[in-house]
């Protein structure tokens, strides 16, 4: 079944609800306990700075809670008010934060396990049973094996998600490859994949360029495959789906980056098949970076041009958006840790991190300067305020201990 078909059944059914259940008003006052701070509102009354302890706090202008993932956690909600006897499940993690995941298993919210090879297992879940799709969308596959199980869906999908599986469809309608800037293994890029017959995936623009030289000058289609043998579709074969192509991208990865590999892909098959061909071989992306994503680049942006000795970026440590932020940070060679949470605070000066490019965390020591420091803070767009201040509590209590 093709995506638009499968959507086209979906929305014509009762059994398929993408706008929540107008519960809003009942649930408000659970989120907010649940996910507001006081601390944070009163940051930002201030001007996103606050002094304590001998400890400047600079936040970024914009941080934190996105519309798209108020509205997930919002339609979680509602849904466990909505269904209270009902079983519900969840495919994936609704949003990268472990806090907003743990909250949704208290309140009896199953997730679908994984099997062995990583794949995930759908059987324990039964006919007439709710589902909810998180955030990042959900595979083409996956909706046929909910429809197929007359599965009750509840779709969270961030419209800026589906705003780039339209492009990916119009590609395909056109006989164009899909090229897709994102991390091959994340929910969302493996969801707007499923929409497309022919993709590759690039995570980064050197693996663009790498792509880029390919078209331009040929080489070993072996060595093509097998560099990319986890990000291309099935039987693909790069002498022929590299002659029309068109960019899309994970909506939470650098917009300058997805920017820079649209023109070079631009710019290489002008130069492969002339500006007067360009139409017929090569489709531009459009702006589909979303835009919460990119108001909290642009923050960080902002923030590491002031003076800052330490930077914390807090979030889920599988968050893409997240790990983009601190990517900016270490850039621009500041002490930066990417954390999830205030239990990565402490023992003592100590500080659980994930490095960027690194898969598993580390702990260093020491890492609070004694005497009058300025830290810079920011957050994902799925991290909730509440986080934030915990975070910001732990370090002032952290300093406290210290006799600042």
């Not at 693909?236 to 899309?248: H, K, N, S």
């Amino acid at each position: 079944m093709s995506q638009s078909k499968s959507t086209s059944q979906s929305n014509q059914n009762s059994t398929y609800h993408r706008k929540g259940f107008g519960l809003k008003d009942e649930i408000h006052g659970e989120l907010k306990a649940a996910y507001d701070s006081e601390l944070i509102a009163e940051l930002r009354e201030n001007n996103n700075t606050l002094v304590r302890s001998g400890l400047t706090i600079r936040l970024a202008s914009a941080f934190g809670f996105c519309w798209g993932v108020d509205r997930a956690v919002s339609m979680a909600y509602e849904t466990r008010r909505h269904f209270p006897d009902r079983r519900i499940w969840i495919t994936n993690e609704i949003i990268h934060n472990p806090v907003v995941n743990q909250n949704l298993r208290e309140m009896q919210i199953d997730f679908i396990a994984a099997k062995g090879d990583g794949s995930k297992d759908f059987s324990p879940v039964k006919e007439g049973e709710v589902v909810i799709l998180p955030a990042f969308g959900a595979s083409v596959e996956e909706m046929e094996l909910l429809e197929s199980k007359k599965c009750e869906i509840v779709d969270t999908t961030c419209p800026w998600v589906s705003r780039v599986w339209n492009r990916v469809v119009k590609y395909e309608q056109g006989e164009f490859t899909a090229i897709i800037h994102g991390k091959y293994n994340h929910e969302e890029t493996i969801a707007t994949s499923s929409r497309a017959r022919h993709y590759l995936i690039v995570q980064n623009m050197s693996e663009a360029g790498w792509v880029s030289e390919y078209i331009l000058k040929g080489g070993s289609r072996e060595e093509f495959l097998e560099r990319f043998r986890s990000a291309t579709s099935k039987g693909f074969d790069p002498d022929e789906r590299l002659v029309r192509i068109g960019v899309a991208n994970q909506t939470t990865m650098l917009k300058g980056e997805t920017e820079q590999i649209g023109k070079l892909f631009e710019r290489t098959m002008m130069t492969k098949y002339g500006p007067e061909h360009l139409e017929k071989h090569f489709l531009s992306p459009g702006d589909t970076i979303c835009d919460a994503t990119q108001e909290r680049q642009d923050a960080m942006l902002n923030l590491v041009e002031e003076k800052l000795d330490v930077i914390l970026v807090i979030g889920g440590f599988n968050s893409s958006n997240t790990g983009h932020l601190h990517e900016i940070a270490d850039h621009k060679q500041i002490p930066s840790y990417h954390i999830d949470g205030p239990s990565c605070i402490g023992p003592g000066n100590t500080i659980k991190h994930k490095p960027q490019n690194e898969s598993e965390c580390i702990v260093e020591n020491d890492w609070l300067p004694d005497g009058d420091i300025t830290i810079g803070v920011t957050a994902g767009a799925s991290t909730p305020d509440q986080v934030v201040a915990e975070v910001l509590e732990a370090v002032f209590a952290l300093r406290t201990k210290q006799g600042g």
